[in-house]
């Protein structure tokens, strides 16, 4: 093992190389720009950029990129390299400021829901300074936002660092009001994420993972998950020796690689980092999972992102841990020690409370996928009904705040804030609640819909939004309150008593919860087509824009963009199915009965007493079937052409929710019999126990 701390952020341009390698003023500038979002002007950015290039000619890199999330959902690079003649047939190794700050990427070919006409071509990229430029396989990434030539935002960078910088205004507002000496909010995120790993020979004999990234046939194997022993299993050496380079390869890009275990279903696992400010932890997420995918190779393995590759196993997803903090070194979800700092930390926990309640549709939304469509609700991963869990003790006190009443635990203290004794918080909520899609973890939000393959930018810019917009419309009251203590408890009551019906502590896989939250009056969207409409709500649009996130036209063409995504998505998948039946699977079939029919037509010439009963059966079985699966074949292939006649395009995700998916549902169910059915040589794929234990 190499020395951690040496490889630590050594293909990092971080604070300390910066620090070593700038001109004094130049550093003094640059941190400046980082800390304060300064702009940068373009005589320190011809300073960083030759400093930055040494840097990285030194690391043997030859290229640079400007590295971007377009709302594809992973990250564009366009290399270039250093190289300029220099007049005498020679070369060298320039990089100017202007091309540190700004680049034009050709970005016609990028989802951009109609922002921009395909004659318009022209987008640019801006470099974020607050995430670190690094060295990937000898190109120099500079993390930065992607606009049109209009400003109109094109990726998912832009409107997370915006809707970061809502928090810290709106926050501030409230600290002040707290006299807290805070000049600086951030939110911060820890994300846990969920991968498989099969190995590489078997993957490329599946035709439905190489195009669509899940399994669209296979039946049950003998064994699944249910004896519950892959969970927290031991790692075997295979497995360990990827993880082992995967840390390593994670640690020089500086990201903080923490935990890795086996999870719940066979070949399933997960890596956890420690959490960091949320557009650092987005960019590190975004390289986590390509460095995942990538490392997987050198060990003849493929990582597997999807939500829901394998029917019948659980699925795949991340878990958000979201927090608010101080430049003072405060979590503001943190419970504190004295009755002032307990009231401030009820009133950010209600203002997350009122957020989550009043916005249901936009947590949906924003972990709405095809992919995510197989998990949320399935009893694997939370339902699609968003509520919140705070462990009983936390909803007992809040309880007591509502009604007025004495604390149960603290029967002396009367529940009054920032004023009298408030009893101690529960500092590390001890029930754990793992079917609630969003709960309180002791000093921060664990968010647990989101999808695998997702970037955690769209479901964080919702949550910072949100909450921002609460706490702003409560320092709105406190401000102009004459008595601030009074009004603060006035205001905590009520935003308890308004809202906690969003609170939900019980077991939200159980039948009785989608009953209980529809009485709450919750929103239960069951799929993508259902939830995006809302999207594009007069609340949802005006939301967005008090707070300059996103205009009213970014909201409709993100709108769009995701219902097109979610039709290609299925679509593909369609096209993928009827490809392997039709070619694979009917010709495996094909052969297998002819095989059965020869031998007994054989046995049955040698001595008309032969039964072949067995060969009868089967042939007669089989055939049945496949007259089945044709039919079947035949019935998705025309869901897809009469597609063609629909063209709203909400109309159409609904027309591919409801018609085309349930059409390969009934494709499915057919070939998962015939394979329990016919000889393993005549099958062309490799099965679910292949794929999942044979690692
Ligand atoms: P579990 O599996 O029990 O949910 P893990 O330890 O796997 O817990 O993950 C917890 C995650 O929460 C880690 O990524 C951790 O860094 C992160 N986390 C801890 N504190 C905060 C915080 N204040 N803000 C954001 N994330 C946090
Ligand atoms: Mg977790």
Known sequence: MSDVS?????????????????????????????????????????????????????????????????????????????????????????????????????????????LRATFEARGYTAWDPTSFAFIKDGTLCIPTAFCSYGGETLDKKTPLLRSMEVVNKQALRILKLFGSDATRVTT?????????????????????????????????????????????????????????????????????AKTKHNEVAPAQHELAPIFSTTNIATDHNQLTMEMMKKIALRHNLVCL??????AGVNGSGKHNNWSISTNTGVNLLEPGSTPAENAQFLLFLVAVIKAVDTHQDLMRISCASAGNDHRLGANEAPPAIISMFLGS????????????????????????????????????????????????????????????????????????????????????????????????????????????????????????????AAKRGLLNLKS???????????????????????????????YEILLENYVKTINIEALTMIEMVRKDILPAVVCYIKELSTTAATAKSISASVDCEFEVEMVTKLSSLSNVLYKNLVALDETLLNAKNIED?????????????????????????????VGEKYWPYPTYGDLLFRV
């Not at 992102?305 to 394998?310: A, C, D, R, S, V």
């Open 6 to 114: 040496k490889i630590f952020g050594s293909l990092v341009f971080n604070d300390a190389t910066m620090k070593a390698r700038l001109p004094k003023e130049t550093y003094k500038a640059l941190k400046k720009t980082i800390n304060e979002g300064k702009l940068l002007d373009l005589s320190v950015a011809n300073v960083v950029a030759n400093a930055m290039k040494d840097w990285a000619i030194e690391k043997g890199a030859t290229h640079y990129t400007h590295w971007f999330q377009p709302m594809t959902g992973i990250t564009a690079e366009k290399h270039d390299s250093f190289i300029s003649p220099n007049g005498n047939g020679e070369v060298i190794m320039e990089f100017s400021g202007k091309e540190l700050i700004k680049g034009e990427p050709d970005a016609s070919s990028f989802p951009s829901g109609g």
């Open 528 to 558: 993508t087509p259902e939830a995006l409409p809302l999207f594009i709500s007069e609340k949802n649009i005006e939301l967005f824009k008090k707070h300059g996130i996103f205009s009213a036209h970014e909201v409709h063409s993100r």
């Open 305 to 310: 992102l999807h939500e829901k590759p394998f």
């Open 188 to 256: 911060t995120v820890g994300p846990e994420q969920e991968y498989f790993l099969i190995d590489k020979a078997l993957y490329e004999k599946r035709k439905d993972l190489i195009y669509t990234g899940r399994t669209l046939f296979g039946a049950k194997p003998p064994k699944g998950q249910e004896l519950e022993d892959h969970y927290f299993g031991q790692i075997k050496p295979r497995i360990a020796a990827y993880m082992k380079e995967l840390d390593e390869e994670l640690w020089k890009l500086g990201i903080l």
């Open 393 to 516: 003790e936390l909803t007992d006190i809040l309880e007591s705040i509502e009604s007025g009443t004495k604390y149960s635990s603290n029967p002396a203290a009367q529940m009054t804030l920032g004023v009298d004794v408030l009893p101690t918080f529960p500092k590390d909520a001890t029930d754990r609640n793992r079917t609630s899609p969003f709960a309180f973890t002791g000093n921060k939000f664990e968010f647990r819909m989101l999808g695998s393959t997702f970037s955690i930018s769209g479901p964080n810019i919702v949550l910072n939004t949100i909450v921002a917009d609460v706490l702003s419309d409560f320092a709105d009251i406190l401000e102009g309150a004459a008595d601030f203590t009074s009004a603060l408890n006035e205001l905590i009551k009520n935003t308890i008593k308004e809202h906690k019906r969003i609170i939900s502590n019980g077991n939200n896989y159980s039948e009785e919860w989608p009953v209980e």
């Open 649 to 677: 395009s909400l109309e159409l995700a609904q027309y591919y929710n409801k018609t085309v998916f349930t059409a390969m549902q009934e494709l499915r169910a057919v070939a998962d019999e015939i394979e329990t059915l």
